[in-house]
């Protein structure tokens, strides 16, 4: 085998790309939401990777313009946002308050277990971020001294069971107003949450688009003062 050719640039973007097409055709052919393309596509990419012998970094690298663009796809969630602007401006308040008491709840929280359970600091401010989209988690994990690549585990691992459970979790508890179940997709899922909730309807996924980027600003400031205060 040519592992240099099978580790290009070309074959690793296909080898994304393809993953998370034939994950999305197992989940519409078994109906099962919990095989969500974004697990099934992990666990494929992870297996060929072992079988293969091509070391994540070079997968890592070579998948560099996905990366790249998740940045841009958090933004274009503002035309979506634009949109439903009216339904908005009557909840500012609302939904600040939700966004900034979910932050703290969401941060607040892993450091409570990681204490409970003796975690080491580097694992604490590994999961800090966990409810964040990608790009700022990596962020906030690097400059906080946590492990990115655990984080980026983490996030996608967040995103999926909010994206799966939430919907059903907020229909069990009878939470029927779309401006308060797009907030709790986006402040708990990020992106994966905002699929989601743009699939419910589109204020929810406008909603959620919001959380994401305000989720993003508010943690910024809350995990370095909690981690002040508590570290």
Known sequence: MNSAVYSSPVCMLTLTLGSFIIGSWIQRKTHAQF???????????????CTTGIPFKTYFEANSILNFMLGPSVVAIGVILYEQLDKIRGNVIAILTSVVVGSIVSVFSVMLVGRIF???????HSFEPKCLTTPIAMSISQTNGGNVSLTVVTVVVCGIVGAVFGPKLLKLVHVKNPIARGLALGCTAHGLGTARAMQIGAVEGAVSGLAI??????STLIIPLLNFIFG
Do not use: E
């Open 213 to 218: 980027a305000l989720m993003g600003i508010a």
């Open 35 to 49: 095989l969500h393309p974004c697990l099934t596509s992990t666990v494929f990419i992870i297996i060929i990777l």
């Open 118 to 124: 003796g975690l080491n600091t580097l694992l604490i």
